[in-house]
């Protein structure tokens, strides 16, 4: 079932999503060669703490870490480590904040340093996907229009689109219906009303949308270990259309 949010309710899911959204403002100028995911994660951590907010992830069905992060072929849920970023690295960072019981999730892709010209495109293509099915998400509108929108600009640059994670309705629960694949069909599924809260997050992939698990239960990789990025807002459904709660 859907759970519609009041508008009290949404202003207080925006104020947890702008504190995942500083973590982002906060990380971006800092992810340069060198600098370690955990250090990444810690910062997060710490900004959360600042605000009152406190991670959701850590500790969420025994994930271990305030954030994922996830490099090059990885397309989620990958963990922090002490391994240096390199040159030519992109990475994923996606965190949940939980303050005063509600939630805010938001996930970015970065350059690390130069990088390829294919990994210059998939990033810019993989924002344009969000951006676009972002402007979709209509009162009246229903979800295979969001959908159809990413898979449509993402095919047709040759990319894949990832189907076995899901994006998903947000508020003191992370998992709230409607769950959804990026793919589908302009005027099929679930309508969207106004006080719908979910997350659009596509995930794209240079090569196949197939995906394998590692042994760790939570890093899914690409199969054929090309690269993945992902981006990832939380957004409300108004009488004005969609407005995103974890805008940086």
Wanted: hydrophobic letters at 35%; charged letters at 25%; a negative charge.
């Amino acid at each position: 079932m859907v759970i519609l949010k009041s508008k009290y309710e949404i202003e207080a899911i925006r104020k947890a999503c702008q504190v995942v959204a500083e973590c982002h403002r906060t990380i971006a100028p800092l992810i340069k060669p060198g600098i370690t995911t955990n250090e990444i994660d810690r910062i997060f951590e710490d900004i959360m703490m600042k605000h009152g907010a406190k991670p959701y992830q850590k500790g969420y069905k025994g994930y271990p870490y305030a954030t994922c992060a996830s490099t090059n072929d990885v397309i989620a849920h990958g963990f922090p480590s002490n391994k240096p970023l390199e040159v030519g690295d992109i990475v994923t960072i996606d965190t949940v904040a939980e303050l005063d019981g509600w939630l805010g999730d938001s996930a970015w892709s970065y350059a690390v340093g130069d990088i390829s010209p294919m990994a210059k495109k998939l990033i810019r293509v993989t924002k344009e996907c969000l951006d676009l099915g972002i402007a979709q998400a209509q009162p009246g509108n229903r979800l295979g229009d969001v959908t159809s929108a990413i898979q449509r600009h993402a095919e047709s640059q040759g990319f894949g689109v990832v189907r076995d994670l899901l994006a998903h309705g947000i508020g003191r629960d992370l998992h709230e219906e409607p769950t959804y694949m990026h793919v589908g069909k302009p005027g099929k599924g679930l309508r969207i009303k106004e006080g719908m809260v979910f997350t659009i997050e596509p995930m794209i992939t240079e090569g196949t949308y197939f995906m394998t698990i590692d042994p760790d239960g939570w890093t899914a990789r690409t199969k054929d270990n090309k690269l993945a990025a992902q981006y990832e807002h939380t957004i409300a459904i108004t009488s004005e259309g969609p407005q995103i709660l974890t805008m940086q």
